[in-house]
């Protein structure tokens, strides 16, 4: 059985769900460093918005009874590969020295001019 999950401090769009947990794993969709609740950006660029769409991962993750030290794989977005180093600064500030297996891609147009995508899969056991 599918559970769709849906957290209101985080934006989105109508069309798609924060997350949807597939028995023991939890399926986190794209997620930008928006202000909470609103579809607009964090200012200041990209350690801004990586730490926000971290933030915005973690609630979602709360929601479903999980946490970022359950995530498994992370996939990032950049729009721009330059800011790999600024943005793997602020992503260990939140993920901290035990993180998941991750992919970073560059040079992919993201919606709303956001500077990062997040995206990852967690491992939670039900029950």
Do not use: W
């Not at 999980?66 to 600064?89: H, P, Q, T, W």
């Amino acid at each position: 059985m599918l559970k769709r999950i849906n957290v209101d401090a985080s934006p989105r769009l109508p069309f798609f769900s924060h997350a949807v947990v597939a028995g023991d794993f939890i399926y986190v969709s794209g997620t930008l460093g928006m202000k909470p609740g609103r579809l607009e950006l964090v200012e200041g660029g990209i350690r801004p918005e990586t730490v926000q769409a971290l933030k915005h991962v973690e609630g979602i993750l709360a929601a479903c009874g999980a946490a970022l030290s359950d995530v498994v794989r992370m996939e990032i977005y950049l729009a721009n590969l330059e800011d790999f180093a600024e943005m793997n600064a602020a992503y260990a500030q939140i993920v901290g020295d035990a993180p998941p297996a991750r992919i970073t891609l560059g040079k992919v147009g993201l919606n709303f001019g956001a500077a990062i995508e997040v995206v990852c899969t967690a491992y939670k056991p039900a029950g």
